[in-house]
């Protein structure tokens, strides 16, 4: 569908309208950055809270790191070991004032009376019922207590413990260092925070420990239930996530947890806050300035877009004019001017028009007169046209009659082969009798001869007739096998599905049962179907496989395969033996009729391999054979797919 067709066919509408489309696209593009700009803003804001609360969280835990292996030095000085209390305090009184930052530093023993301190102490004091302490002695390593008033310092505090044990792991006394929780902003790098950024530290209670940022709460001080329980109850040891602010709003929480013990339950939560309305904050007024902007430049381009098309279709109209006048024959007009280039280009463009129309004109005149001489030439030629067709179709019906000539010879031409087949096949079944009736009077009266005159025989007379037996039936056997090898060739084929692997079981259960105390290794491969005639593939399998076990006979372990492999992307089948084997510069006469490679060293008449190859030909297949003397042979043979014009059972 044109444009025109949808925003109808007044300049100065569709001229509007491609303004408010670019207007529209500027817009989605503003709108699109100021979005992307959110976007971008609030990621950033992510990223740099949750790398604000891991850097706080790495300074805390080596801060308590440090604690960690201050105690475990103390705990092994022998002034420790030896509980000495004097010595003791002169020790912690030396190492509080050069670590300010801690508000106490004791000992206790394990029933927790505290025996040594950096401070004066008030009377007998007793942390039993400190978590610390309890911590120490149950796990007997580093434990981390909770916030408390100290009872020495009478200040916020967190205490660290770690008790000294002897060499059979029995406490000896208890470490105690109390962290100034005033001093707590010391272990932090809060120059790296955003303006609108709170930092706040809490315990494993929802204690706060420390507070930054916005707001004035003291330490001490329960922390927001929500943010506190979604920490809790994280997967990760550090994350981001957002929530209904208590105060109102919605905040950008990021979190680190701290694990500062193997033996309890995490203690610290590092924890940035960002509301999200401070995080958007400058990406909402670039987009509203951006908009504005587009508002006022869109007024602007519609009222200048208007003032141009106005003195465009001014002109335009006058032009239209002077085309009516055109199209009625009129040459003398007068073209309007004006100030625009284009418009002065369009009038030239116009008056060059008016002259080309002219001589068009003129031109037309002369084409009809030579289109009516080329219209009579054209209607002698269509008229020798249609005489030449008469003469084709004359010389096609000559064709077609000498067609219908050839088909009847070709099928007098058959007829006569159908008849020469007929009266051959009835040759070959009467020779095939005369010839067997002298075979058996020979072989008859030669066995009667050996049966009731073989002691007036001297050894030379009994071996000639037994040699006459065998020739008889040799011959007969030879009879048999060209029968079987014309029947190949004549009989009518039905091609359907066959299992090759069933019927070499067959042929070869036949084969045990004539020389049952033979040792044959015999396997079959499954799935060996092939499309063809069923009686002839049988013959096929019979004949390699007699092949295979008559050439195997004088092997002590004989190995008789049948399976299937892939000849260039076609399937071959095969049969394969140990036996004699051949020669392969003889392979080229194993398939010829009466062809014997081995002599009279095994029996047999040299048709059955070529019975195999006027089958597998007849279903337009190919056999081969490989072999190596005395290591066995490999008959191959594939089969091509049923013909088009039968109907087949295959599978396609």
Not at 159 to 168: C, I, K
Not at 384 to 391: G, I
Not at 417 to 446: C, I, Q
Not at 518 to 547: K, W
């Amino acid at each position: 569908m044109k444009i025109g067709c949808l925003l109808g066919r007044s300049i100065r509408v569709q001229l509007q309208v491609m303004v408010l489309i670019v207007l529209v696209a500027v817009t989605a593009i503003i709108v699109s950055t100021g979005m992307k700009m959110r976007t971008d803003a609030v990621r950033d804001a992510e990223n740099s809270a949750l790398d604000l609360a891991c850097y706080e969280g790495l300074s805390l835990e080596r801060f308590v790191e440090g604690t960690h292996s201050m105690l475990v030095t103390l705990a092994e000085t022998p002034q420790v070991q030896a509980r000495d209390a004097a010595a003791c305090d002169r020790l912690f009184a030396a190492i509080l004032k050069k670590n300010p930052t801690y508000n106490s530093l004791q000992a206790a023993t394990p029933d927790g009376i505290v025996f040594s301190s950096a401070m004066p102490l008030p009377g007998r004091v007793s942390i039993t019922d400190r978590k610390y302490f309890r911590d120490a002695l149950r796990y007997g390593d580093f434990s981390v207590g909770e916030y408390i008033i100290g009872r020495t310092a009478k200040k916020p505090m967190l205490n660290f413990a770690f008790p000294a044990l002897t060499s059979e792991r029995q406490p000896i006394a208890v470490l105690q260092a109390g962290y100034n929780l005033d001093r707590f902003s010391s272990l932090l790098q809060l120059h790296m925070m955003r303006e609108d950024a709170r930092l706040i530290v809490t315990d494993h209670r929802g204690t706060v420990l420390f507070r930054s940022g916005m707001g004035g709460e003291p330490v001490g001080t329960p922390d927001d239930r929500g943010p506190y329980m979604k920490m809790v109850g994280a997967a990760a040891d550090e994350g981001v996530f957002y929530e209904d602010a208590a105060d109102g709003g919605r905040k950008l929480y990021a979190y680190k947890r701290l694990r500062l013990s193997l033996t309890t339950r995490p203690y610290f939560f590092v924890r940035v806050e960002i509301p999200e309305e401070q995080i958007v904050a400058g990406a909402n007024r670039l987009l509203l300035r951006n908009l504005l902007l587009l508002v006022g430049i869109g007024i602007f381009s519609l009222f200048f877009a208007g003032l141009i098309v106005q003195r465009i279709t001014g002109t335009l109209q006058r032009l239209v004019e002077s085309s009516r006048q055109l199209a009625v024959g009129t040459y003398d007009l007068s073209l309007p001017s004006s100030d625009y280039r284009e418009v002065e280009q369009l009038n030239e463009n116009f008056a060059a028009m008016v002259q080309a129309v002219q001589v068009r004109e003129q031109q037309l005149e002369e084409q009809y007169e030579e289109l009516a001489a080329t219209e009579e030439e054209l209607r002698q030629q269509v008229e020798a046209f249609l005489v030449s067709q008469d003469l084709l179709l004359e010389e096609k019906k000559k064709v077609r009659n000498l067609n219908q000539d050839l088909e009847r010879r070709v099928e007098e031409r058959t007829s006569q082969l159908e008849r020469l087949n007929r009266e051959l096949e009835a040759f070959s079944y009467s020779v095939s009798h005369d010839l067997r009736t002298p075979l058996r009077h020979m072989s008859g009266f030669s066995r009667i001869v050996l049966e009731d005159y073989r002691g007036k025989l001297d050894v030379a007379g009994v071996e000639h007739l037994s040699r006459i037996v065998a020739a008889s039936e040799r011959m007969e056997r030879l009879i048999d096998d060209l029968l079987e090898l014309s029947r190949v060739v004549r009989s009518e084929m039905r091609f359907m599905d066959v299992d090759l692997g069933s019927c070499a079981m067959t042929v070869f259960a036949t084969l045990r049962e004539t020389e049952p105390e033979r040792r044959v290794d015999f396997s079959v491969q499954e799935g060996l179907i092939a499309c063809g005639d069923p009686v002839l593939l049988y013959l096929v399998m019979e004949n390699l496989l007699a092949n295979a076990w008559k050439y195997s006979s004088k092997t002590e372990h004989a190995v008789i395969r049948v399976g299937k492999k892939d000849m260039h992307g076609k399937a071959a089948f095969y049969v394969s033996d140990n036996g004699a084997g051949f020669d392969m510069q003889y392979a080229d006469r194993l398939f010829g009729a009466f062809q014997r490679l081995h002599g009279s060293e095994f029996e047999g008449t040299g048709i059955g391999l070529a019975t195999v190859q006027r089958i597998i030909h007849r279903h337009g297949g190919e056999v081969w054979a490989e072999g190596e003397t005395g290591k066995g042979a490999v008959f191959s043979f594939s089969i091509a797919a049923a013909p088009q014009h039968l109907d087949s059972s295959c599978r396609s």
